[in-house]
Structure formats: C-alpha cells, structure tokens
C-alpha cells in the first residue's frame, strides 16, 4: 500500500477522509471476486455496480477490445462514422422492444439521460410544441449527475448542493409503503399513485411538460418495484397528456430482471430508453439512448439544410472500441444464454436474499431478477449504519453498495450457487453483529 501515493487523485461519490484512514483498493478481478493489493479475495455481490453480469476478466471481451485498437481506434462525427457502431445499433434494435430502434450513443448513464432529455425537446420543438420544456420525474429516482439528471433526481444528496444549477422538474410520488415490508414480486397496490402524473399534467398544464422519467425498478434508492399497472397507467396517462414516456434503464437493462429489458419484463414500451453499465459488461464506458422512429424521423424532418438535426454529441459517442466490447458483451450473453440463466437463478437468489429477514438489524428485503436490497433500520444518522455495514463487509471479504441505508446486493449472472451461498453467509456474519 506504501507504494500509492494518495495525494492526488480526488475520488468520487467518496468521503476522501476517510478512505485515506482506510483505503479499499482492489488491485484484480476475474469471474466474481476481486482481490486487494494483498491479495485478500472479495467477493463481487454487485456486479461491480450493476455493470458486469457475465463476471469480471472475460477474455473474449478483452481480445475484442485489443484487435478494434488494432484496426480503427478512434473515430469523430461531423459526417463520419465508423462500421461497427452501426452493427453495434442493429443488434441492440433487435434486442429492444418493437418500435424503439434509432439509437443514440454516450459514455455514462448520466450522457444518456441528458442526451435523452434533448431529444425530447427537440422532438416538440419539431413539432411545432418548443414551450414543451418541463420534465416530470419521482421521488427517491436516480438518473445520474449531469446537470439533467441532477435536476430530475428524487434522491435528495444528489440535487442538495447544486440547488442553483438545476432545472425545472416536478417529482411525482415514490411507490414505496410500509405494508411492502418482505413481500416478494410486483407490490399489488399503489398503481394509484401514477395520477400524480395527472395531476401534475392539470396543475402545472400539460403543455408544459416534455416528458416523464422514471427507472421501472428504482435502482440506487435499494430497488424499489414498480406496483402492478403503474407503468401501464403511466403510459396511459403520458400518452393521454402527449408526453414522452422515458425508462431510465441503466441498471435494469441486460437481463437484470431476467427479460432483455425491463420494458419486456413488465410489459410497457417507453418512447425512449437509457441504458449503459452491461452493454460492455462495465469493460470500457459507453451508454446508449433508443428512440421511438418516428421520434428520430420528425427530428431529422425539422432540419434545415446541411445543419445536424441534433445539435448534441460527445467526442466518445459510439466510440469503436467501446462498441467493440459491446458487441462482443452481447455475444456472450446471446451464446451463453445468460438472461435466461438470470431468470432461473433468481429464485434462488431471493430467496437466499429473504432467508436474512429474522436478523436484528434487518428492517426489509427487496427485490426483483437479480437485484435486491436489504433495507437496515436506522442508525444514529440516517445512511450511518449503511456504511458502516458496506466497510464491515469488505473487511470481511464481500463487495456490495450501501445507499443510504439500503445494502444493494446484485450478483452476476454467472455466480454460481454456492459462491451467491458464500455471499448470504458473510452478509449474515455481518448483520448479526451486535456491535452495529
Ligand atoms: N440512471 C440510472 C438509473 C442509474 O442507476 C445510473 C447510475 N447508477 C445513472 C443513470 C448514471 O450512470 P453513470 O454513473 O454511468 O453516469
């Protein structure tokens, strides 16, 4: 460790104080362990952060990246592009539901929602509808850091600091009760609570209002479900309103439900979607938006003469090795069958999940496919105990995120029973501490 000059580096999402005192490193990675600079195994309950769900090191991602450095490394826009980001959109089209097959690429989920929102505005201002420019999106979401994102964020850490910098955003409620307490699936009340969207349409005039955001399963708050026929009533009422309908798929995309997208898994088409993390298996950044067709085409209508009809992009958009490692990430999970794998292994998951319940510190259990969270009752400080937890748990040998006070376990698909065993184990060691 005494060879890390930590001078210089600026972590983020991190108390920089206190990781000098206790620095977690890890210095390797293969399948689902890491392994700090000493050699000390972690095990990986989150895939990372959602991002690697066919398992860290796969070598047919690294050779891809290695031979697309070879062949073409770097290509700008203005006119040009290179061959394998539109094999990169085709298969992602095929993937997607029907209708949502024009695909815009960023680096980060938080390019993509930002990128998400123009497109949104630039499609009404297309259509004759520019005062269209308000969003609406949900306490507790979470739709990354840019200043979009920031803005349509319901988690109040994100938007605290930043209160100048922000846009005009109107939160509707969260679908979190107490009476959820360890349920297992689709909670089956609360779809009411999308008339939040209609009364924000009445309140504030709908011809106001670009679009809504909301992530099907709300992710970094410690995976919150969609109630059955919320999303369809949203949809409803978006559509009754002329709004756009936006899933924020960034972590529920790629199988995490145990559908391709979570769009498939409860049945409701947005009109756009995000998505990042999985597409390259978290090997390089990259993240993407799908639009509706038609949305594209009225854009691409309004243009006048030689200038972009999207006046947006980054110097890393469909970048071809990011694209390569996509692409070879969709193999993997096509030949391996790995949503599938995601599907029949969830139970198992859950229900290992759910098996912690008893323990004293434990206040609820949450979760979907392959994602869950375990919600601690409240320390001193709210989020205090949270990461505590997170620190314990690393010493003890486990990799997962605390969000606030919610530990959000998300294991690849490719774990095996008895290392996901091996993971509820060292969870259970921890949370029966009397000491937390
Ligand atoms: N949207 C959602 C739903 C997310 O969960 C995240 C990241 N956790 C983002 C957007 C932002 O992604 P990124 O950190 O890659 O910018």
Redesign the pocket.
Known sequence: MNAINMEHHWLPFTNNRMFREEPQIFARAEGVRYWTPEGQEIMDAASG?FCCPAGHARREIADAIHAQVMELDYTTHFQRAAPNSFRLATRLAELLPAGLNRIFFGS???EA?DSAMKICLAYHRARGQGQRTRFVSRNWA????NLG?TSLAGMVNNRRDFSGATSDVVHMRHTWSDEQRFSLGQPETGADLADDLEEICKTYGAETIAGVFV?PIA??VGVILPPQGYLQRLRAIADKYGLLLIF?E??TGFGRTGSAFAAQEFGVTPDLM?M??ALTNGTVPM?AVAVRTDIQQTVIDAAEGDRPELFHGYTYSAHPVACAAALASLDIYRDHGLFERAKALSPVFLDALHSLRNLPHVFDIRGYGMMGAVQLTPGAKPGMKGSLVQRLLFREGLHLKATGDALIIAPAFVTGEDDLARMIEILRRVLGRADL
Not at 142 to 145: Q, W
């Open positions: 952060l980060s989920g938080s929602v979470y739709h990354g850091v994102g992530e992710g970094s924020d960034v972590i995000t990042a993390k993240s």
